[in-house]
């Protein structure tokens, strides 16, 4: 069923219970979650960061890698999530915030499977937020501040030319293997080789630690390696190299 989002409201949702689950099984599916900066640091020691640029609108935006395959989340198995942090962007879920008017608002996908009677009431009897709603908005504060820096943060590392088109070369254990393209990472060099005021400039808006936590990240590869072991189809081995001129010319793909 398709997503729903309406802003959340206290008359007519006052009935309304979300149900939670550790496992967040509605991310079974997802092989990249939008990453916002200052979560960079936890998601780091966890799973591989990377940017993506949209084909649509050419922007880039920063994601967690899950899995390789669409549709495959590696960190999900057996009904248990296999990080020590996940993603704000599936913690958030089914509640979410728009624009609504002139200022943010609260939505909520009114068609989320997590909508059971046996779920977490969002309202008190007397209409105000209950304390599971009340922990909800502040997350969605957060994480709207949290992407607003990080829009901030896409934008100067792409001024700076700081992005290096990347693909990754998959062999699985069955012998068959594939290219992933579409990854881009910080080039290294790149970045050492700003002037001193660019790099002062990163420091003072707290974007240097934001891209040595995505560059560290990308040890985390390895990760995904070993949680394939019991996926369909196990990796072997991968790699990390420059993607072929033709590829980085190309809009990258999701």
């Not at 012998?175 to 990472?185: A, E, H, P, S, Y």
């Amino acid at each position: 069923m398709a997503m729903n989002f309406v802003p959340l409201d206290k008359n007519t949702h006052k009935d309304l219970k979300v149900a939670v689950d550790p496992a967040f099984p509605y991310a079974k599916n997802t092989h990249l979650a939008a990453a916002s900066i200052r979560e960079f640091a936890q998601l780091a020691g966890a799973m591989p960061l990377v940017f993506i640029q949209d084909p649509k609108t050419n922007k880039h935006h920063v994601v967690a890698m899950l899995g390789i395959e669409p549709g495959q989340n590696l960190f999900l198995q057996d009904g248990k999530w296999n990080a020590p942090h996940i993603p704000m962007n599936i913690i958030r879920y089914p509640f979410d915030v728009r624009p609504d008017g002139d200022k943010l608002g609260v939505y909520i996908d009114e068609n989320s499977d997590l909508i059971k009677e046996e779920g977490q009431p969002l309202f008190k009897e007397d209409g105000n937020p209950s304390d599971f709603l009340n922990n909800r908005q502040q997350l969605l504060g957060d994480l709207a501040n949290s992407e607003m820096l990080t829009q901030q943060f896409v934008s100067k590392v792409v001024e700076l030319d700081l992005l290096n088109p990347m693909q990754l070369r998959v062999q699985y254990s069955n012998g068959q293997g594939r290219n992933v393209g579409g990854i881009l990472t910080i080039d290294e060099k790149k970045l050492v080789e700003l002037a001193d005021e660019q790099v002062v400039e990163l420091h003072r808006a707290g974007f240097m630690g934001a891209l040595y936590a995505m560059m560290l990240s990308l040890g985390q590869l390895n990760r995904l390696i070993e949680l394939s072991t019991n996926a369909e189809s196990p990796i072997k081995a991968m790699q990390m190299e420059p993607a072929p001129a033709e590829q980085a010319e190309a809009a990258p793909q999701q």
